[in-house]
Structures are given as structure tokens and as C-alpha cells.
């Protein structure tokens, strides 16, 4: 199954890049296909974030993750680099759990 | 024509450091997505399988972070396709300045990323007949192809020595990670509307339908928004 996913994916995911080598530009020209295209990423990405950290299976859980994701917000006002903003969030919210201040 | 030359030379090896510099930028990345790949079930050639053959950084992340939320295959293939409907736009962008044709545009087709594309469209594109832009474009696709897999295989086998990810906060890095990608892309007040939007469809989603679904739910905001927005600016 998880090969299978693997595989799929990438297959995907190369049809896609070959598909816009191939097609007439004015498709992907339209404006409204193009709008799509550019926010499709930005709910994707931003659902991602919110299930990543308040979601537990199918439950809404308020854990050690949303300090973390607080902390990596403010890396990110200051423009750390990506690896700081990951090593932060992951610092913050395995030392409320070694300490035992969240779960 | 000496004088072009050098010209060349110097801007070569300008667009070749550039390139470089990019790919240990990305390396970074690559590291969190080996780690995080093989801590959420993949084993390491399957964490490997998709540096090499998707070869995509936000679907991989994307794939990898649905199963690990619970969401069935299914759901995580089409979350990475939705997600790399961007690069056809990429390559529809790139493909009559490379002039690649046979092998060589199935080659630079799968080297067609953000990065990739970023890179060959800062050139000007007719400096040097076009060869800044077509070196730009493949000296950064070949050097990022090369160091996220390098830095995916790093990843992953150091992190299957490390016992409970949760004591680690890899749960919260994996959050963090996602958000860093998707902060730089919010550039206007639509954008944060979508962002927010997705994010609010997604848990309002979680306790009803199983995960996975919640953040492809979320995609229809993208998809509603640019079908309002583009029709209001026309």
C-alpha cells in the first residue's frame, strides 16, 4: 500500500510536469487557471499546518505542538533560515514534554 | 569577441556558484523529509523512491505528512498531485527557452521545480542567446537533484536510529517545516485569506471525515477563491 502510494504519487507528479511541456500555453494562460494554480499550495500547505498541529486521528487536541508552531512563528517573523525554524519548533516542544509542562 | 567571451566565463561561473549554493540550501530540507519519511512508516528505498522519482519537495512533504496523519493512499497521491499542478506551469514556462527535444526534455522535465525555474527566469533570457537562462535552469535542477537525494538518504538513515519521534518534537518540526514553506508564499491579503480559509475548512473537517480528506477538502478554497478573484480582475 505504501508502495503504492510512492509510485502513484510520482507518477503523478511527472505527468503533471510533462503535461506542461506538451499543452497549447493558452491553457494554462487563462487567468482563472492560473489564480488556481498559484493558491492551490497555499491552502494545501496551510491545512497541512493546521492538521499538523491541532489534529490528533479525528480529534482536536491543544498540545506541546501549538507552543512550538508559536516559537517557529516568530523564527519565521524574523526570517530564520528553514533548518532553525524546524530545530526550534522541535526544541520547544520536546523540552515541555521532557519536563512534563504538555503532552 | 574576446571580450564576449570572458564575458561569458565570468557569468558562467557567477550562474554555476548561484546554482550550487541553491542545492545545500535545499539540502536543508532534504534532511527534515528523509527523517521525516521514514519516522512516519515509509521504509528507506521507498523515503528514497520518492526524492529521486517525484522529485517535488512540497508533494513529497505533502504524501508523506497525510499518511502520517492517518489518511489512506489514496488520499495522499491525489494531496501530492494537487500540490504539483504548479510545476506544469513551471514547465509550460520553461520549455521554449530549454529547446530540448527527445531524451532531453524528459530529462529537464522531471528537473522542473521552484527552484529549477526560479533560477532560469532570473537570467535575461536573451543574454548570451539564451545560454545563461538554459545554464541557469540546469546546473540548478542538476544540483538540487543531486543534494536532496543525498541529503533524503542522510535523513533517513540517521533517523532510524532515534527511538520515540514524539520525544524528539518531530511531530512539532513537521508542523513547522510545512509552515515554512508556506510562509514566503503569502505575498497579499487574498493569499492569507486562503491560507487561513484552508486551514480553518481543514479542522472544521477533522472530526467528520477521515483524516486525509480534511486537507483536500481544504484545496476547494484555493479553487473557489482564483475562479472569484480572476473573474473580478478581468
Given at each position: 500500500m505504501m508502495w503504492f502510494a510512492v509510485l502513484a504519487g510520482a507518477a503523478g507528479c511527472y505527468a503533471l510536469k510533462y503535461v506542461g511541456s506538451v499543452i497549447p500555453a493558452h491553457i494554462l494562460e487563462q487567468p482563472t487557471v492560473k489564480r488556481i494554480v498559484l493558491l492551490l499550495p497555499i491552502s494545501l500547505l496551510s491545512a497541512l499546518v493546521a492538521v499538523q498541529t491541532f489534529a490528533s486521528s479525528q480529534e482536536l487536541v491543544l498540545d506541546a505542538r501549538v507552543p512550538a508552531l508559536a516559537a517557529a512563528t516568530v523564527a519565521l517573523k524574523f526570517k530564520s533560515p528553514f533548518i532553525f525554524v524546524v530545530l526550534i519548533a522541535a526544541a520547544t516542544a520536546a523540552a515541555l514534554r521532557y519536563f512534563g509542562l504538555a503532552v | 569577441m574576446n571580450a564576449a567571451l570572458t564575458d561569458w566565463n565570468a557569468a558562467r561561473r557567477q550562474i554555476v556558484g548561484n546554482a550550487a549554493s541553491i542545492g545545500f540550501a535545499v539540502a536543508m530540507y532534504g534532511v527534515s523529509f528523509g527523517a521525516l519519511g521514514t519516522t512516519t512508516g515509509l521504509t528507506i528505498p521507498q523515503t528514497m523512491a520518492l526524492s529521486l522519482l517525484m522529485f517535488t519537495g512540497a508533494s513529497q512533504f505533502t504524501l508523506v505528512s497525510t499518511l502520517a496523519s492517518g489518511g489512506t493512499a489514496l488520499t495522499a497521491v491525489i494531496a501530492s498531485w494537487l500540490m504539483g499542478t504548479r510545476n506544469a506551469a513551471y514547465s509550460m514556462r520553461m520549455t521554449p527557452i530549454l529547446k530540448t527535444s527527445g531524451p532531453g526534455r524528459l530529462v529537464a522535465v522531471q528537473l522542473t521545480i521552484d527552484e529549477s525555474t526560479a533560477m532560469g527566469l532570473a537570467?535575461?533570457?536573451?543574454a548570451f542567446e539564451g545560454r545563461a537562462s538554459r545554464l541557469a535552469f540546469w546546473a540548478t535542477g542538476l544540483s538540487v537533484y543531486l543534494l536532496w537525494n543525498l541529503a533524503t538518504f542522510i535523513g533517513a538513515i540517521s533517523v532510524s536510529?532515534?527511538?520515540?519521534?514524539k520525544s524528539f518534537g518531530l511531530d512539532a518540526a513537521i508542523a513547522a517545516g510545512l509552515f515554512a514553506l508556506v510562509w514566503p508564499q503569502i505575498k497579499s491579503r487574498t493569499d492569507l485569506s486562503v491560507a487561513f480559509g484552508g486551514a480553518l475548512i481543514a479542522l472544521a473537517f477533522t472530526p467528520l471525515v477521515p483524516p486525509g480528506i480534511p486537507v483536500l477538502a481544504a484545496a476547494m478554497v484555493s479553487i473557489i477563491v482564483g475562479w472569484v478573484t480572476s473573474r473580478r480582475i478581468t
Open positions: - | 537570467q535575461d533570457e536573451d536510529a532515534i527511538g520515540d519521534p
